[in-house]
């Protein structure tokens, strides 16, 4: 009997230590549930993440040899020209243009004037849902096929579209939201950057909100879970000289900013029969600003590393009426490349057009002494001058301003400049 009630006694102390074991196991589970609004939610025992900080003045850029061939692509209800026109192996990269803020007090993001641009997209009858984004998605998907980047361009000029990035960037809230905007659309969309295109401040504020902005949009970059992955670019359209670049501190943009794009193009005057985008001065001509004193400016004067420099090239020109001589006076318009090729280079000399050819600034122009008609752009051989510039000074590359200005439909090479410029700059 005593031995059963020994054994007994063992299993129920047995008994009462699972008991007891279970419930403090109970307990620890409990605890770490917690219930909110009537759902259970498991405690995540890792410390919340916290989002990087960096120091505004950090170089966050490191420089490469790498050529760049950068293109401007914009929407035109003028010149039809889309993703599947492109000669994407003569690029690196694309900026599709433009996006801007709705108005200098509201950062949300607009592309501006809907009327011209639903008359562009008449033109692209693949785009199933005709709008900006959805041509860019189009764009992007056979850019990134082809190993070319593709960027967002933000509008600026000296307009309105400047006058209203002014307000936004002088505005800490609404600096913060309009780069919380762009994040989100390169994050969501594929872009690889951002191109600024704000291209001529006016002031010594315009000049520091630009600056705090291209601070902003770096940092935003790298706290980006998903863009921090990513090499995101950050590139500027500039002014050639110090009339107005004399606003921007180019020493801390160039911590922040991977390449600037001085604009070396209509050099030429309103008043007067002169030559385009001269690569070097010609005093015989009366040239004295030109791409070698732009490139100047941005070196010595203000510091900029030469890998850190892309050359602006145009593709389009200037119509002069009443020409009588280079430097008499004379009015002009500016025409596309490709206006300029189907009315007049393509029938030359027979139409009555000798080409000129300036061996100092390495610039062309067409003359035609009977109309009294002059034009000046820059054709394959003013663009294979540039591109042993660009080998023989270390320079980063060339902007094109822009691709669908240089397309000729129908010609055995529709991107002829493009070509020149792949071969010149990409080719070994």
């Given at each position: 009997m005593?031995?059963?009630?020994?054994?007994?006694?063992?299993?129920?102390?047995?008994?009462?230590?699972?008991?007891?074991?279970?419930?403090?196991?109970?307990?620890i589970?409990?605890?770490s549930?917690?219930?909110?609004?009537?759902?259970?939610?498991?405690?995540?025992?890792?410390?919340?993440?916290e989002?990087?900080t960096?120091?505004?003045?950090?170089n966050?850029?490191?420089?490469?040899?790498?050529?760049v061939?950068?293109?401007?692509?914009?929407?035109?209800?003028?010149?039809?020209?889309s993703?599947?026109?492109?000669?994407?192996?003569?690029l690196?990269?694309?900026?599709?243009a433009?996006?801007?803020?709705?108005?200098a007090?509201?950062?949300?993001?607009?592309?501006?004037?809907t009327?011209y641009?639903?008359?562009?997209?008449?033109?692209?009858p693949?785009?199933?849902?005709?709008?900006?984004l959805d041509?860019?998605?189009q764009?992007?998907?056979?850019?990134?096929?082809?190993?070319?980047?593709v960027l967002?361009?933000?509008?600026?000029g000296n307009g309105k579209?400047?006058?209203?990035?002014?307000?936004?960037?002088?505005?800490?809230?609404?600096?913060?939201?309009?780069v919380?905007?762009l994040?989100?659309?390169?994050?969501?969309?594929?872009?690889?950057?951002?191109?600024?295109d704000?291209?001529?401040?006016?002031?010594a504020?315009?000049?520091?909100?630009?600056l705090?902005?291209?601070?902003d949009?770096?940092?935003?970059f790298?706290?980006?879970?998903?863009?921090?992955?990513?090499?995101?670019?950050?590139?500027?359209?500039?002014?050639?000289g110090n009339?107005?670049?004399?606003?921007?501190?180019?020493?801390?943009?160039?911590?922040?900013?991977?390449?600037?794009?001085?604009?070396?193009?209509?050099?030429?005057?309103?008043?007067?029969?002169?030559?385009?985008?001269?690569?070097?001065?010609?005093?015989v001509?009366?040239?004295n600003?030109?791409?070698?004193?732009?490139?100047?400016?941005f070196?010595?004067?203000?510091?900029?590393?030469?890998?850190?420099?892309?050359i602006?090239?145009?593709?389009?020109?200037?119509?002069?009426?009443?020409?009588?001589?280079?430097n008499a006076?004379?009015?002009?318009?500016?025409?596309?490349?490709?206006?300029?090729?189907?009315?007049?280079?393509?029938?030359?000399?027979?139409?009555?057009?000798?080409?000129?050819w300036?061996?100092?600034?390495?610039?062309?122009?067409?003359?035609?002494?009977?109309?009294?008609?002059?034009?000046?752009?820059?054709?394959?051989?003013?663009?294979?001058?540039?591109?042993?510039?660009?080998?023989?000074?270390?320079l980063?590359?060339?902007?094109?301003?822009?691709?669908?200005?240089?397309?000729i439909?129908?010609?055995?090479?529709?991107?002829?400049?493009?070509?020149?410029?792949?071969?010149?700059?990409?080719?070994?």
């Open positions: 005593d031995n059963l009630i020994k054994k007994y006694k063992m299993k129920k102390n047995t008994v009462l230590f699972g008991a007891v074991l279970t419930g403090i196991i109970f307990c589970i409990a605890q549930c917690s219930k909110t609004d009537g759902a259970t939610h498991i405690k995540d025992s890792k410390p919340p993440k989002t990087k960096f120091s505004r003045d950090s966050f850029i490191t420089l490469n040899n790498n050529i061939v950068e293109g401007y692509l914009s929407l035109s209800k003028w010149y039809a020209y993703y599947n026109d492109i000669n994407y192996k003569n690196t990269h694309i900026v599709y433009f996006l801007r803020p709705t108005s007090t509201d950062a949300t993001l607009t592309t501006g004037d009327a641009e639903r008359a562009a997209y008449s033109l692209y693949d785009l199933v849902h005709k709008t900006f041509y860019g998605d764009l992007i998907a056979r850019a990134h096929a082809n190993n070319v980047k967002i361009g933000i509008a600026g579209s400047a006058r209203d990035l002014a307000g936004v960037f002088s505005n800490d809230s609404l600096r913060a939201d309009f919380s905007n994040v989100n659309l390169c994050a969501a969309h594929g872009y690889d950057g951002v191109d600024l704000y291209e001529y401040p006016t002031s504020s315009d000049g520091a909100g630009v705090n902005f291209a601070q949009l770096r940092i935003a790298l706290q980006s879970d998903t863009l921090s992955k990513k090499d995101m670019l950050i590139t500027m359209a500039c002014p050639v009339w107005s670049g004399e606003y921007y501190d180019y020493t801390k943009l160039a911590k922040c900013v991977n390449w600037f794009s001085p604009m070396t193009y209509s050099f030429s005057s309103a008043s007067a029969a002169t030559l385009n985008a001269p690569l070097n001065n010609n005093p001509l009366n040239i600003t030109s791409v070698a004193t732009s490139v100047d400016y070196k010595n004067t203000r510091g900029i590393d030469p890998r850190q420099i892309v602006g090239v145009p593709f389009f020109g200037w119509v002069y009426n009443g020409y009588t001589a280079l006076p004379a009015t002009r318009i500016d025409k596309a490349y490709k206006d300029l090729y189907n009315t007049y280079i393509q029938g030359a000399p027979g139409n009555g057009f000798v080409s000129q300036d061996d100092v600034s390495k610039q062309t122009y067409l003359v035609n002494t009977t109309t009294g008609i002059m034009l000046t752009y820059d054709n394959e051989a003013a663009l294979s001058a540039k591109c042993s510039y660009i080998k023989t000074n270390g980063k590359g060339a902007m094109i301003w822009e691709l669908s200005r240089g397309f439909a129908g010609a055995t090479d529709p991107n002829p400049l493009l070509t020149t410029l792949g071969n010149g700059l990409l080719k070994e």
